[in-house]
């Protein structure tokens, strides 16, 4: 398989260890012996072409009397690559029909070269090496972008340096900076954990191939590359069953393991102690949080048992990680008393109180390692601490966190981390005390450090529910005494509810509304984890579609009823309304402002406030650039209103990897925030094919964040946001408001749910992805069906609809009507990084969209003849504004093609890179669908295909780059 990239790209020459390595291994793959090897190209194209090439090496391997593997499979995958390179060269001046039939007349020659039997197996295999291929290719950028330039731990200073200011001027801008990275669990990563562990291992090797200092290393290293290739090549990639709530949860875990190691050294970094200036308690932050486990809304699946069993699996995970750190370091500290190693009277005292206590037991009541402990090692005291340490960690972990008081004796094992980190605060006193090695306490002060970041809990617990929900809980709770939601009174029976001094409820929930019962049994549930771990646990309570302010009221009288604001000296729980459609944006600024207008309220907030804003409903409901407009008008006017009423606003973004979703790059992102944004800091949701790409590996997690933390500088001292001023307003007022039609309208176009559902894959809801129903309820219209699988299907289906529909139509429509605005628009994408993002990132799913491909797709609908009216009027409809939207932008931007800027060249020559790979995967994804889709198909040949759709997901996923 010569998964080769094009002799055009930049030169390197003085030849990668890659190259060298590619080059031997490219004359072993038949039919390639004959090529002439290209040119070197850049580091990370030779990194490409090598792991091409192992792939390729893997898949020529005959591998026994039944497999498919061999030559033959290896050239009719080479074939496809070739006729689909051709196939885009050739169909630029032909007929849109020329990419599909070179392609299918590839595959089909090359199938004809295997009996019948094992066709529909080779097709799988076909797709499992383009898929591969795509995944080894993000892995070699992931390494050269992320892995290879970040652990920088003086990424500011050069920062600084390079912009022209002070370090000290930097470091002051990060004061009181607060960032927040939240995991959720929505249902976009196909991989299982085991594979992500394998493609671990290759970023991991990459970087000893690299750092090879004599051939025999690299030779080793390549070796160990093929063999990590060939186990992701024989490794089942998607999980065998949909996950649980539990399984998403501890697929979580290789991710956080990463966070833990990553976390401390970032903040040690942020808090510079060079400079004594800096106030340590106004330091910078970064918080780690998630839903998954917490997230209610729409998963029946998520209760209070799968909320105890995902917050005790994290405990027992931690505590053990701490409990090893300890039995490590135990051993390290054997000062002993024959020698210059003093005790202090202090830790005396503690000692002997401790035997004192110990002794006062029967030594049937010890357990027999604290009775080891006592005896072994009386003489060598800090290492008999630690293990003491230890055996208090195992024995916290012999009772359940939710029985409280815990079952655990106080002197076999710790209640609380508090308790840990005071031990550990004694031990590295003691050592100070004897003057010994600064070395010596580091790995103390690491661990502890740790232990104050992440307690027994590790990360935050996001609790998510709809309002109305939220809102029904209540009602049911004074059996059904209270105005209705929409009853103009329902406000002021909350407030009279809220203005009694006892918490207590007025009677105890019953009710047949499974739902209210739920809700009720999680808030309790977190009550006591919030006083057994931690107040990050179910710290903040999410409301999804949030329409009034009593939705936000009936929330705080329920966590006011669960007891979740009943301990002492705990932060309040912070309700976070989410404003999820375009009218719900349009009103959140009056109605934050209902909400602090109100005294109580405002003191219950005491001074601070968080709101999420949601990118992938708001862009389901008003497309792409209305979704946006609105999200940037809600922001700045919540900020204004906060304001006055002196409160600190923080948005919490609800963001997903694709530009449909409110993603692309973490700079653009930044800048594109209006005044005051950033002030207080903000969150950031992540999930699926996201993760991955941030956390596999500390370096990774390290350059993702170092992004946010250079873009907030770039932002604070660089280039201050433009505030747009009133024209500015009305011209995007009008692009809105004329991109809003055009999507309207076509969602409106008759047959548009049925070409929805016939031209996307809506296979991908059998997908193992997540444990959450992918719909609310049957599909009758699009507001029926969640904002994720909407985006994943479009992007499948290289229509990529939700990041530039209406775009083209809008811009046309301003400029026919005051020709002068061309020159308008122009100046507004050199000057405001709103509206430049908004530009560049539609370009980026313009050019990754495809209109050869929607015909194939389309073509789905109607398979037993040609395409019907609707079907048709719908795929023009889609190719008019496509081709509008591209002239468009490129009228805008004033180039003769797309992602021209140099921020965007790294992107755009990657896809191109990719392209010839991704082609055939979704044109064999066609195929696979006409097949899957047929009534009377074998139940053996479905099972088959349904493995090769699957494939081809993840394939188009690892393509583009994001899921959907």
Not at 185 to 212: C, D, I, N, S, W
Not at 658 to 667: A, D, E, H
Not at 759 to 782: C, F, K, N, V, Y
Request: charged share 20%; with cysteine.
């Amino acid at each position: 398989m010569a998964f080769s990239t094009s002799a055009s790209l930049p030169c390197n020459t003085s030849g990668s260890p890659s190259w060298r390595w590619y080059q031997q291994v490219v004359q072993h793959l038949p039919g390639m012996s004959a090529r002439h090897p290209s040119e070197p190209g850049t580091m990370v194209y030779d990194d490409i072409r090598l792991l091409g090439a192992l792939l390729g090496t893997v898949i020529s391997k005959p591998r026994g009397l039944h497999s498919i593997e061999g030559p033959e499979l290896f050239l009719l995958i080479e074939n496809l690559r070739r006729a689909a390179k051709y196939s885009r060269i050739e169909a630029i001046n032909v007929s849109d029909k020329i990419t599909s039939s070179v392609i299918e007349a590839a595959l089909k020659q090359g199938l004809s070269t295997f009996p019948v039997s094992q066709q529909d197996e080779c097709i799988r295999k076909t797709v499992g090496g383009f898929r591969l291929f795509l995944e080894l290719a993000a892995i070699a950028e992931n390494y050269h972008v992320k892995h290879r330039t970040s652990r920088n731990p003086r990424f500011i200073d050069d920062w600084a340096q390079a912009r022209g200011v002070s370090s000290e001027t930097a470091y002051d801008a990060l004061r009181g900076l607060q960032l927040r990275f939240v995991s959720t669990a929505h249902p976009t990563q196909v991989y299982r954990e085991t594979y992500l562990r394998h493609e671990q291992r290759v970023l991991a090797l990459l970087g000893k191939l690299h750092e090879a200092s004599t051939e025999q290393e690299e030779a080793v290293a390549v070796a160990a590359l093929e063999d990590a290739v060939e186990k992701l090549w024989l490794t089942r990639f998607e999980r065998w069953e949909r996950p649980t709530v539990s399984d998403e949860a501890r697929g979580l875990i290789p991710y956080l393991t990463v966070m833990v190691d990553a976390l401390p050294a970032m903040l040690a970094t942020l808090q510079n102690s060079e400079l004594p200036t800096l106030a340590k308690k106004n330091a910078p932050v970064i918080e780690l949080g998630s839903w998954i486990g917490g997230d209610m809304d729409g998963n029946p699946y998520t209760n209070a048992e799968t909320l105890t069993t995902v917050l005790e699996e994290r405990r027992q995970w931690l505590i053990k990680r701490y409990e090893s750190t300890l039995l490590t370091l135990a051993h390290e500290y054997s000062y002993s008393h024959h020698t210059a190693f003093r005790l202090s009277p202090k830790f005396q005292h503690q000692l002997q109180q401790a035997n004192v206590a110990l002794d006062g037991l029967p030594a049937q009541e010890q357990p027999e390692y604290i009775q080891n402990i006592r005896h072994f090692y009386q003489r060598e005291p800090i290492r008999q601490y630690l293990l003491l340490m230890a055996a208090r960690l195992r024995g916290a972990l012999q009772a359940p966190w939710h029985i409280v008081p815990l079952q655990v004796h106080p002197l076999f094992g710790y209640t609380h981390p508090d308790q840990l980190l005071q031990d550990l605060d004694t031990v590295m006193a003691e050592l100070r005390y004897n003057v010994v090695s600064p070395v010596a306490i580091t790995p103390l002060a690491d661990l502890r450090q740790q232990v104050a970041l992440f307690g027994f809990h590790w990360v935050g617990m996001d609790l998510r529910e709809e309002a109305s929900v939220i809102q029904q809980a209540v009602t049911d709770w004074v059996g059904g005494k209270a105005p209705g939601n929409e009853e103009p009174h329902r406000l002021e029976w909350l407030l009279a509810q809220l203005s009694q001094e006892d918490d207590a409820p007025p009677c105890q929930v019953t009710t047949d509304q499974k739902s209210s019962t739920r809700l009720v049994a999680m808030l309790k549930t977190i009550a006591v984890a919030r006083q057994v771990f931690s107040s990050a646990l179910g710290g903040h309570l999410l409301l999804s579609m949030t329409h009034h302010a009593h939705d936000v009221l009936a929330a705080w009288l329920l966590c006011r009823w669960c007891g979740l604001e009943q301990l002492e000296n705990e932060a309040p729980v912070a309700l976070v309304p989410l404003f999820e459609t375009i009218d719900d944006l349009e009103k959140a600024p009056a109605m934050m402002a209902e909400l602090f207008s109100n005294p109580r309220y405002a003191a219950h907030c005491n001074g601070k406030h968080i709101v999420l804003m949601a990118y992938s409903d708001s862009n389901k409901d008003g497309g792409f650039l209305t979704s946006q407009w609105h999200l940037y008008q809600a922001q700045q006017a919540i900020t204004i209103v906060a304001k006055q009423y002196n409160i600190s606003i923080q948005f919490y973004h609800g963001r997903g990897g694709s530009i449909g979703r409110g993603g692309g790059p973490t700079q653009r992102f930044m800048e594109s925030l209006p005044v005051g944004a950033t002030d207080h800091g903000l969150q950031i949701t992540e999930q699926g094919e996201v993760l991955t790409h941030h956390y596999l590996s500390e370096e990774n997690t390290f350059f993702h964040w170092q992004q946010y933390i250079t873009a907030y500088l770039d932002r604070t001292l660089v280039t201050p946001p433009y505030a747009p001023d009133a024209t500015t307003v009305a011209i995007m007022d009008r692009l809105s408001s004329h991109a809003f039609l055009a999507y309207k309208a076509l969602k409106t176009l008759p047959g548009f749910i049925h070409y929805f559902e016939t031209a996307t894959p809506r296979e991908i809801d059998s997908i193992h992805m997540g444990s959450r129903p992918s719909h609310r309820r049957a599909i009758e219209s699009i507001s029926d069906l969640r904002a994720i699988p909407w985006v994943f299907r479009w992007y499948q289906a290289r229509t990529l609809l939700p990041g530039w529909y209406g775009f083209g139509s809008a811009l046309s429509a301003v400029i026919e009507e005051s020709p002068e605005m061309l020159a308008a628009l122009q100046e507004l994408y050199r000057t405001w990084p709103f509206f430049t993002a908004l530009i560049d990132n539609s370009a980026t799913t313009v050019l990754q969209a495809d209109i050869h491909l929607m015909s194939s797709y389309a073509a789905l609908g109607n398979v037993n003849g040609p395409p019907s009216e609707e079907t048709h009027l719908i795929l023009n409809t889609l190719i008019e504004e496509h081709a509008l939207t591209t002239r468009m932008i490129l009228a805008v931007t004033q180039c003769s093609e797309l992602l021209s800027s140099p921020i965007s060249q790294p992107m755009k020559r990657s896809f191109e890179m990719k392209r010839p790979y991704l082609d055939p995967l979704n044109y064999l994804q066609v195929y696979l669908l006409t097949q899957y889709r047929q009534q009377d198909l074998p139940e053996d040949r479905r099972r088959v295909i349904h493995r090769s759709l699957i494939s081809s997901v993840g394939g188009v996923v690892a393509g583009l780059g994001v899921a959907g």
